[in-house]
């Protein structure tokens, strides 16, 4: 028999999060007091980005419990990442830029993501603020069907995504079937997951136990290799084991994440970039062998600039708001909602549905519109960003309701099926699914809407299924109560 449910950890209390936040924001107003200090403006508003995350988490109440793995926690760290220290980085290294006629535009475009991010904060805590857990929230897998059947599906998602990246880069025709399969990847992080929360909080043993672990992690090396020109999936896939060990036994492995951030710089960021350079009609395997060879032709500068800078560079995506702010309304017209509430439906009906479906490209049609991109370039997709989107569409007024609704959605998905910490595997396991699709919100609005709405219908019905199937089993309490066991925290915000 195992625990009612775990003691929920405080090991980041809010009267600490308070301060933190509070040093963070008259660190950044000292700034402006630095004669000496470069771009104090830029440095002060990309402050105020980790500032008013930690402020919010201190503000708002709760019992002094903290969640590393919150929505709101990881999407403020890679916002300010995104804007903050990308327009810092920028401001320091102008020569990085697309354009130098984009260097002007970097403060208001910081200055709109802060707007918009506090628009996001407040949609997150003032909407949604009591929801329940799923019914199936005490429910747990019996035997191996719900592991080998989300893996299998996710798994040929991964495998029919790059069969169809192979088929545009070719130009041959897009096969249904193949185009249909890349719509399930995000399934494999399910039972990912719930592997390893099962295997460290001891709810599989054994053989068992050693053959899932070893299966999934095969499956997970097999998807690193044919999505070799990914930099996020490895990352994504080295994380969730990281918020397993956090939900499973209260303990968050900064140690360990730390190491692994320094590999995917120092290692992984600059063998893949230089991976890419190489021609795609050579074999998977040459290119990684040249890769590698001309990596240690490298003398220390030059790998630096090749890993360090050139992540900074990669993350500093603020240039496509600023390329919005520059030319929206002048060479470029607004789109007055067209990519936010027309593109969607092409996400969401599949190709077999619509055979002539045509292959959408917003990301490199933004690159091309906004002259981020050269005429030559018909492979690159950038990442047109959230705000830079709204404010392309409907203007300011787009980029504060539509953060104030994004805010709301990331409030009740973490609501929903994230908060707390009680004994859940398959509602935690939902909650990291659709963790992984809100956290490449910066793509583009469409993508990002139609991933969680494709994920969640299909997840639902396959627990559906299963559950009728008899494949999931009430997780066996201890204690005087019955039921499911949620977290007092779980369900309510105050």
């Known amino acids: ?89 920028l401001k320091f290294n102008p020569e990085r830029l697309t354009s130098l006629s984009l260097y002007n535009y970097l403060d208001p475009a910081l200055a709109l993501a802060v707007v918009g991010y506090v628009a996001l904060l407040a949609g997150y805590g003032f909407t949604f603020r009591h929801v329940r857990p799923p019914r199936w929230a005490n429910l747990e897998p019996r035997g ?23 088929q545009v880069l070719s130009g041959s025709a897009f096969s249904p079937v193949v185009s249909m399969l890349g719509q399930f990847t995000s399934l494999f992080f399910f039972p990912w997951f719930l592997v390893w929360y099962a295997i460290l909080s001891g709810r599989l043993q054994g053989l068992r136990a050693l053959c899932l672990g070893a299966g999934f992690l095969a499956a997970a090396i097999m998807i690193v290799i044919v999505n070799v020109g990914q930099k996020g999936t490895p990352a994504t896939l080295a994380a969730i084991p990281m918020i397993a060990v ?7 492995p900064l140690k360990t994440i730390a190491t692994l951030v320094l590999i995917w710089i120092l290692v992984v960021f600059p063998v893949y970039n230089t991976f890419r350079l190489q021609h795609r009609s050579i074999p998977t395997a040459e290119r990684m062998e040249r890769s590698v060879d001309t990596m240690t032709s490298w003398d220390a500068r030059e790998f630096a600039d090749r890993s360090i800078i050139a992540f900074f560079g990669r993350i500093a ?28 439906m092409s996400f969401l009906v599949p190709r077999f549905l619509w055979p ?26 950038l990442a047109i960003t959230t705000i830079g989107e709204l404010y392309w569409n409907l203007h300011v007024p787009g980029v504060l309701a539509g953060m104030f609704v994004l805010g709301s959605l990331l409030g009740w998905i973490y609501r929903r099926y994230g908060q707390g910490f009680a004994i859940e595997p398959m509602r935690k396991a939902m909650y990291v699914m659709l963790l992984t699709v809100m956290l490449q919100g910066e793509g583009n609005i469409a993508g990002f809407v139609s991933g969680i709405v494709r994920t969640l219908i299909a997840t639902l019905v396959i627990l559906t299924l299963l559950r009728k199937l008899g494949s999931l089993q009430e997780i066996p309490r201890t204690g005087t109560g019955g039921g499911a066991a949620v977290d007092g925290s779980a369900g309510t915000v105050a």
């Open 246 to 252: 956090w939900y499973a036994r209260g303990r968050f």
């Open 317 to 344: 995506i603020i240039q496509a708001p600023a390329a919005v702010l520059r030319d929206a309304g002048r060479s470029v017209d607004f789109m007055y909602g067209k990519t936010l509430f027309l593109t969607p």
């Open 356 to 381: 002539d479906k045509p292959q959408f490209t917003l990301g490199h049609d933004f690159g091309r519109i906004f002259g981020l991109l050269s005429r030559a370039d018909r492979q690159t997709y």
């Open 1 to 89: 028999m195992f625990p009612m449910e775990q003691h929920a950890p405080a090991l980041f209390p809010k009267h600490r999060m308070l301060a933190a936040g509070i040093v963070c924001l008259a660190a950044a107003c000292a700034a402006t007091l630095v004669p000496l200090v470069p771009h104090p403006g830029t440095i002060l508003l990309a402050s105020l980005l980790p500032g008013m995350t930690l402020m919010y988490l201190g503000l708002r109440g709760r019992d002094g419990s903290f969640d590393y793995a919150e929505a709101v926690l990881l999407y403020g760290i890679l916002y300010s990442l995104y804007f903050g220290v990308g327009a810092i980085f």
């Open 144 to 166: 191996v069907i719900v592991y080998v059947l989300f893996g299998g599906m996710g798994l040929a998602g991964f495998l029919g995504g790059a069969m169809h990246a192979t």
